[in-house]
C-alpha cells in the first residue's frame, strides 16, 4: 500500500531554496573569478582566465557579482519583512533544543551512518547494562521536529554567516565611496572570504545529507514537490509528523 503523503514544504519555500542555490552558485563562481592573485586562487588560474572572458572584463565581472549578491540580499530582506510570521517560526525551530536528545541523535546517527545498525544495537546493549535511561538506550534514532538537529546545526551558521557575507560584500562595494578606511576594508575582504569557504563546507555536507545520504532521498524530492511520505515523516521527524496528525 503506497504511503500518504504529507505536505511539508510550501511554493514560496521551494522557491526559496533553489533561488538560494542558484545565487550560490552564481556568487561562488564570479567571486573566485574575481582572485586574480595566484597564490590565493583556490581552483587555478583557468577560472579567473575563464570568468573575465565570459563577462568581458573584471569590472564586468564584479559588477555581475555586486548585483547578484544585491539581489541574493534583498529578496530575503524582502521576505523577511513580508514573512515575518514564518521566519519567526524558522528561528524558534532551528534554535529549539533538547541537549540531551539531541546529542544522542547526532551520536546514533554518525554510527549508524558510518558503522552500520548492528553497531548501533551494540551500542544500546552497552547503555543498557550500565543502566542508561531506556530511551537513551533503545537502538533507535532519537524522535526529531520538523528539522532535525543535524539540519539545524547547519541553518543557524548558514543564516548568522549569511549575513556576515552580506555585510562584508556591502563593505567591499562601497570601499570606494563610504567606506574609505582600508583597515576596515580589509577585514572586510578576510572576514568575507572566510566566511563563505565555512559556509561552503557546510553546504556541501547539507548536500550530501539531503540527496545522497541512505534514507534522505524523500527529503530531496520534497523540495521539488512539496510532500513527503507519511511512512518517512514518521520515521525522520517523528515529533513534527505527531503534531500534524494532531492537527
Not at 503523503?5 to 542558484?22: D, E, G, P, T
Not at 565570459?54 to 557579482?65: D, V
Not at 539545524?152 to 570606494?176: E, Q, R
Request: proline share 4%.
Amino acid at each position: 500500500m503506497k504511503s500518504r503523503m504529507l505536505k511539508r514544504h510550501s511554493k514560496l519555500s521551494i522557491f526559496l531554496h533553489w533561488f538560494n542555490a542558484a545565487s550560490w552558485m552564481f556568487l561562488l563562481a564570479t567571486g573566485i573569478g574575481l582572485i586574480k592573485n595566484p597564490d590565493l586562487q583556490p581552483v587555478g588560474m583557468w577560472w579567473t582566465n575563464l570568468m573575465w572572458g565570459l563577462f568581458g572584463s573584471g569590472e564586468n565581472l564584479l559588477m555581475a557579482h555586486v548585483t547578484g549578491g544585491i539581489v541574493w540580499a534583498g529578496v530575503f530582506l524582502i521576505y523577511a519583512i513580508v514573512g515575518i510570521k514564518e521566519v519567526s517560526q524558522f528561528f524558534r525551530e532551528i534554535f529549539s533544543y533538547s541537549p540531551i536528545r539531541d546529542f544522542m541523535w547526532l551520536v546514533k546517527k554518525g554510527i549508524q551512518m558510518t558503522l552500520g545498525t548492528r553497531a548501533l544495537e551494540k551500542l544500546s546493549a552497552v547503555l543498557e547494562k550500565r543502566g542508561a535511561d531506556p530511551e537513551i538506550a533503545a537502538p533507535r534514532i532519537p524522535d526529531q521536529g520538523f528539522y532535525n538537529v543535524g539540519q539545524k546545526l547547519f541553518a543557524v551558521p548558514s543564516v548568522l554567516g549569511g549575513i556576515v557575507i552580506a555585510v562584508s560584500g556591502i563593505i567591499m562595494a562601497l570601499s570606494n565611496v563610504y567606506f574609505t578606511n582600508t583597515g576596515i576594508v580589509r577585514w572586510a575582504i578576510l572576514i568575507h572570504f572566510v566566511t563563505v569557504g565555512l559556509v561552503f563546507a557546510g553546504l556541501l555536507i547539507h548536500i550530501y545529507m539531503a540527496s545522497i545520504a541512505a534514507g534522505e532521498r524523500p527529503a530531496f524530492i520534497s523540495m521539488f514537490t512539496g510532500s513527503v511520505p507519511e511512512d518517512y515523516a514518521k520515521h525522520h521527524h517523528r515529533l513534527w509528523y505527531e503534531e500534524v496528525k494532531e492537527q
